[in-house]
């Protein structure tokens, strides 16, 4: 009789585990993550957040169900903005040491108030820890939302199709590197309830409630008041426009590789103008997009690419001259150049 009971009571604890560990959103961060192959050792980009907890919980829960037998670590920079700043580290490493995982926090000396070059800061930080600890997946806790919020931010500074596409799911960084977002087919409301459903142990970041960050006043004044008073479901919408937008700037961007490789001198640093002009003007902006970009590591400023691009219309061309930063574009016997 007593072997039957606990025999029932293991059963049921299964059963129950089983439902706790297959919520929707587990299903969702499961069948994105099996997208990816090979999986490898995994670096998971975190922060305090509900977002970063959320990740947190859904890929231990992965780790323990299917079994995954890679390395997991997780890592956390601290940019020093806030006064609590130390208190949240501790916070979040008491949390990681009692589920038993790998953590590691890097601390930023200097204080940076720039949002983008404290972005670029940190990624070159998680990039190189990765390369050097063999990972060869990052994860970040991005969500739908944060799409979202991307899109009307990029949208502002008047951006591009690749600027309002920029946050994709997947994104190959290194050779041996790529990033993945799990979440971002998931909205923030959900992972609020599941972070509430679980109980999971959220820091308050009262940085995310300063309007003189431009991503916060879009979250709590312009998506509400344009949910409001003009279309409820627009957050579906806009991720449709996003989806769309991300096709067609994914087949542009493909052609545009294509003629840079067959436009591109085959020693010297420079690019055959009339085998560019011949194609669509969005196809001839982004081949010189990947041409400045690739060598330079600098986007190219868009009066000067209307420039270069209007040049190569001309015939015949004369010896043109663009200064760019510290170089300069020569535009002469059907190539463009850098001196």
Not at 25 to 32: A, E, G, I, T
Not at 169 to 195: A, E, G
Not at 222 to 237: A, D, G, R, T, V
Not at 262 to 286: D, P, V
Request: aromatic share 12%.
């Amino acid at each position: 009789m007593n072997s039957k009971f606990n025999y029932l009571k293991i059963l049921c604890k299964a059963i129950f585990k089983f439902k706790i560990m297959n919520t929707y959103l587990h299903q969702k961060f499961n069948k994105q993550i099996k997208r990816i192959q090979p999986l490898g050792n995994i670096l998971v980009a975190i922060s305090g957040g509900q977002d970063s907890l959320c990740l947190i919980k859904l890929i231990e829960d992965f780790k323990q169900k299917q079994n995954f037998s890679g390395t997991i670590e997780y890592i956390y920079i601290d940019h020093q903005w806030r006064e609590d700043s130390k208190q949240q580290v501790k916070h979040l490493i008491n949390y990681i040491h009692k589920q038993s995982i790998k953590i590691a926090v890097y601390e930023i000396k200097k204080i940076i108030y720039s949002e983008l070059e404290a972005r670029q800061i940190r990624y070159q930080i998680i990039i190189k820890h990765a390369i050097s600890n063999d990972y060869s997946t990052l994860l970040t806790a991005h969500t739908e939302t944060d799409r979202i919020e991307t899109f009307f931010q990029q949208l502002i500074r008047g951006t591009s199709l690749d600027g309002v596409t920029s946050l994709k799911y997947y994104r190959q960084l290194k050779p041996n590197l790529k990033l993945v977002r799990p979440l971002i087919s998931i909205y923030r409301k959900d992972i609020n309830w599941f972070c509430r459903k679980f109980c999971l142990p959220i820091w308050s970041d009262n940085t995310n409630y300063q309007y003189s960050i431009t991503r916060n006043r879009l979250r709590y004044e312009l998506l509400p008041y344009l949910k409001q008073y003009f279309m409820l479901n627009i957050e579906n919408n806009i991720s449709k426009f996003i989806n769309i937008s991300n096709q067609d700037n994914e087949y542009i961007k493909q052609n545009a590789i294509k003629l840079y490789l067959i436009s591109r001198h085959k020693t010297n640093i420079a690019l055959n103008y009339l085998l560019i002009r011949k194609q669509h003007y969005a196809i001839q902006a982004r081949t010189l997009e990947i041409f400045f970009y690739h060598h330079f590591n600098k986007p190219l400023h868009y009066n000067t690419l209307i420039q270069i691009i209007n040049l190569m219309q001309k015939e015949p061309i004369d010896h043109q001259i663009l200064k760019w930063h510290h170089l300069i574009i020569n535009i002469h016997n059907n190539w463009i150049y850098i001196n």
